[in-house]
C-alpha cells in the first residue's frame, strides 16, 4: 500500500510532508492543526474502525483537513506502517495506549501498541531513510520524584504496566538512534490538559462533571501532584522538537513542562473558582490506583529543552482551565463526554 502525494493547483512543489501517528487522538489532533498552520501537509494516521471515524480529527476546520491526509489503520500492523512512513521527511510517533488504569486489566496490549508498534516505526523509519523521528515519552516513566524538579537524569521507576510499556519504547527508539544512526529525539510531557482530552484525565473529569452541572464531583486520589502544561504548549514543543537542527535535538531526550506543581485537591478548587461552583469532592475506591502505583509528585525541570530549542511554555494553569472549561461548556462538546460514568 502505498500513498500519493498532495498535489498543489498551480504546479508547484508541495509544501513538506510529514505524519502523525496518533493524529485522530488528544494531543495528536492539536499537533496536526498546528503543523498545518506552520505551513505543512500532514498524513494523520487514525485507528482503522468500520464507521470510518477520524477521532478528534473530525473536529478539525475544513481548512485545515484540506492539508490532511487521514489513514485509517493500526501502528500495530508492519506493512501498513511502512507504507504510512514512506515518504514523510518526519514522523511523530504518538501513537499508543495511555490510560493507567486500562493497563491493569489489558497489560499485553500495551505492549502489543506501545512497544511492537513503536518498533514498526522505527522500523519504517530507517528502511525509507526518514529525515526525523520524533517519539514520545511521558513522565510516568520517572515514578514519584525522588528529586525536584525532575530532569532528564532521574531514575526511572515505571508503577503500572503503562509506564513500563513506554520505558520499553523509550529504550527501543534509543537503541535505534545509538545501533543505526536513526535520527530519533525523544519528547517526555508531563501531563498535558485542553479540549479534546478524554474524561480518563482529571480535568475533563472535573471539568465535564461541573458543566453538566454536577456539584459533588467524584475522584481518585486527592494528595498527588502534577505539572500540568496546557495541550498548545504540548503541541508546540512537538514542533520544535521536530523542526529544529539536528545537530541540537537529534540523539537526545528531552522533558517538557511548565516547572509548576499543583496538588489534585487544590486544582479541583481552582477549577471550581474558574467554573464559578462551590464544589464537594467525593473519593471514589474505584478510582484509586493501587498504592505502590500511584505516582505522588511529579515537576518538570525541562531547562534542556529551552536551552537547545528556546522553547517555553506561554500558557498559565489558569489561562488553560479557562479555555479547557469554555470548550467544555459548549453544548455540542459536553455531548461527546458520559459525565456520569467512570472512564477507564
Known sequence: MTFAPVATSDGEAPPSLVAVTGADGFIGSHLVERLVERGHRVRALALYNSIGSYGWLDSLPADVMDNVEVVLGDIRDPGLVDSFVQGASTVYHLAALIAIPYSYVAPRSYIDTNVTGTLNVLEAARRHATARVVHTSTSETYGTARTVPISESHPLQTQSPYAASKSGADKLAESYHLSF?????????????????????????????????????????????????????????????????????????????????????????????????????????????????????LICDSSALRAATGWAPQHTLDKGLVATAEWFTDPANLARYRTNTYVI
Do not use: C, H, W
Open 181 to 297: 544512526d536513526l535520527p530519533v529525539v525523544t519528547l517526555r510531557p508531563f501531563n498535558t490538559f485542553g479540549p479534546r482530552q478524554s474524561a480518563r484525565a482529571v480535568i475533563p473529569t472535573v471539568i465535564s462533571q461541573v458543566a453538566a452541572g454536577q456539584t459533588v464531583i467524584e475522584l481518585g486520589a486527592l494528595t498527588p501532584t502534577r505539572d500540568f502544561m496546557y495541550v498548545k504548549d504540548t503541541a508546540e514543543a512537538f514542533v520544535t522538537v521536530g523542526t529544529a537542527p539536528a545537530d541540537a535535538v537529534v540523539g537526545r531526550l528531552f522533558n517538557a513542562g511548565t516547572g509548576s506543581e499543583v496538588s489534585i485537591g487544590d486544582l479541583v478548587l481552582t477549577i471550581g473558582k474558574i467554573m464559578g461552583v462551590d464544589l464537594e469532592v467525593r473519593q471514589d475506591p474505584q478510582r484509586m490506583r493501587p498504592d505502590k502505583s500511584e505516582v505522588q509528585r
